[in-house]
């Protein structure tokens, strides 16, 4: 069998997250044989899934299902969609980059013979700007380093969201064999709806190819600008001076050029790439003078300042930009910790022995021993039983005794570490907000919450979903388990309108630590 990719890339992610949202409308039932499958046939091949980290014993899930998806090599996906646009909006966006720098510094530099160009004006638009927006984005990446799992604001978000979607539907023209229509559908909208939904869960992941995507445009628009300048230099007679209504004194601008020179100025001896204090007093303009009186040497000393103080200022800071954005994409890629709500059924399902009393016994896996092996039917060994602190609606209280809820919540891979009775008064509710935040100290805690999923969810039940998530630490899972109709022997089936009604309506939380399903009697 050909190795495996064991690494994970944005492509892999989307992948992920796109298979996930496919599995939504699959019954549970069919899901759970599915990976459980998948992990005996890893089993079979000399694997020890068992013994694998989350992260690669879900990358080895992710192959198996995109073998089934798509068993062609090189066969389209969302993320390989996103990616391939990525790669065509990067290329477009240094061409473009390419034709806007030219275009202004060749309009820029438009010298008529009788007004020079006023250096004030090339440093404000071409490289005082460029500082401004490279502070922007320094400060933007250090808030992102700060704040990993905050969903920040973003200036490149909206246009590429829009620009994204337009190159989508060119590929779908043009290359409608090779692109299949559900993923090019889904693909950036899958990925948008990540980064806001999974931004707790995948940090600044998705906001580094879009941020890479500027810095690219940055790099040639200034390769553009120099070209243009050089160009202007060499083969036409320009001047350069400087004027202001403000009483600047050659002195101060000399001072003031000397130190922004000093990148550069060891690497050219004497002069130091900027002009001297003669030549900046010999290149003053003075309307009411005109320019006849001043010499030439003076009006062209300017240029090499100019051209240094783009390269240094313009072109190296979005080189480093882009550098510095590719190494933090590795660095959330290796960060990603896998450890949402849809990644940890994903392993439970895998982990958890199928119910079937017609079934032989399976292999005990690698990470239940010293266990006895386990067995089809029993999923009640506590090595792969989660503790819970479940809460429970006052209206079914009675109806979930601890014999009966135990090996229900068992069959599902959960154990019960305490029950308590909620929804029966504002006040007791509160109350109980307060027990929970301080008995749930740990993210690894879980806490699952059984509703009645036959009555559509409501808007204070949701809200209170909100206040738990504040007060119990970060990345603690919520469990909502939905039940149908009370009976005599326990609950009615759910019906699949119901639940998806529930996953519609949490959805709207964009909480990745929020696991809906349905908790079927057997």
């Known amino acids: 069998m050909a190795a495996m990719k064991t ?91 390419l034709i806007v720098g030219l275009a202004a510094g060749l309009a820029f530099f438009t010298y008529s013979g009788e007004t020079p160009v006023n250096v004030f004006h090339f440093l404000l638009v071409f490289v005082g700007a460029q500082l401004l927006f490279a502070l922007v984005a320094l400060v933007a990446c250090l808030l992102r380093l700060l704040f990993p799992g905050a969903v920040l604001p973003s200036l490149y978000t909206l246009p590429l969201h829009a620009g994204f979607r337009w190159l989508l539907r060119q590929m779908r023209r043009a290359l409608p064999g090779a692109v299949s229509p559900p993923a090019t559908e889904t693909a950036w909208t899958l990925a948008i709806d990540t980064f806001r939904s999974q931004g707790t869960a995948y940090g600044a992941l998705f906001y580094w190819p879009l941020f890479a995507v500027f810095q690219g445009f940055a790099i040639f628009c200034n390769i553009g600008l120099l070209a243009a300048t050089l160009a202007r230099v060499a083969f036409s007679d320009l001047a350069f001076g400087w004027q202001s209504t403000l009483s600047i004194g050659a002195d101060a601008l000399h001072r003031a050029v000397q130190l922004a020179a000093t990148p550069w100025s060891w690497l050219f001896p004497g002069h130091g790439g900027y002009p001297s204090l003669a030549e900046i007093e010999g290149s003053r303009i003075v309307l009411k003078d005109g320019i006849g009186h001043l010499a030439t040497a003076d009006l062209v000393s300017w240029w090499p300042f100019l051209v240094l103080a783009l390269f240094v200022y313009g072109l190296l800071p979005r080189i480093a930009f882009a550098v510095a954005g590719r190494l933090l994409e590795e660095r959330s890629l290796a960060g990603a910790a896998f450890d949402t709500a849809s990644c940890r059924t994903t392993v439970r399902r895998m982990k958890t022995p199928l119910l079937s009393s017609q079934a032989p016994p399976e292999e005990a896996p690698e990470e239940a021993a010293p266990a006895p092996p386990e067995e089809e039917g029993n999923g009640e060994n506590p090595a792969h039983l989660l503790p819970q602190v479940v809460l429970v609606p006052d209206d079914i209280f009675g109806l979930c005794p601890g014999d009966r809820l135990c090996p229900l919540l068992a069959r599902r891979g959960f154990a019960v570490k305490s029950v308590h009775k909620f929804m029966t008064g504002y006040d007791e509710d509160e109350e109980m907000k307060n027990q929970l935040a301080s008995e749930i100290r740990h993210q690894d805690d879980g806490l699952l919450i059984l509703m009645e999923g036959w009555m559509p969810p409501l808007m204070g039940f949701l809200t209170y979903l909100r206040e738990l998530r504040e007060i119990l630490p970060e990345k603690t899972m919520i469990h909502l388990a939905l039940v149908g109709r009370p009976m005599r022997s326990g609950f009615a089936p759910l019906a699949a309108a119901n639940l998806h009604l529930w996953k519609k309506k949490s959805a709207a939380a964009r909480d990745p630590y929020l696991h809906v399903f349905a908790l079927d009697s057997p």
Do not use: C
Request: charged share 35%.
């Open 7 to 97: 690494s994970w890339k944005l492509d892999d992610i989307i992948d992920f997250e796109y298979f996930q949202h496919l599995d939504q409308e699959t019954p549970e039932a069919e899901l759970h044989r599915r990976d459980r499958d998948l992990y005996l046939q890893l089993q079979r091949q000399g694997e020890e899934p068992g013994n694998l980290p989350r992260r690669l014993l879900l990358r080895r899930w992710l192959n198996e299902r995109r073998q089934r998806h798509d068993p062609q090599p090189g066969g389209a996906t969302p993320g390989g969609v996103v990616v391939r646009t990525l790669m065509l909006l990067r290329r477009l966006a240094a061409l473009k980059g």
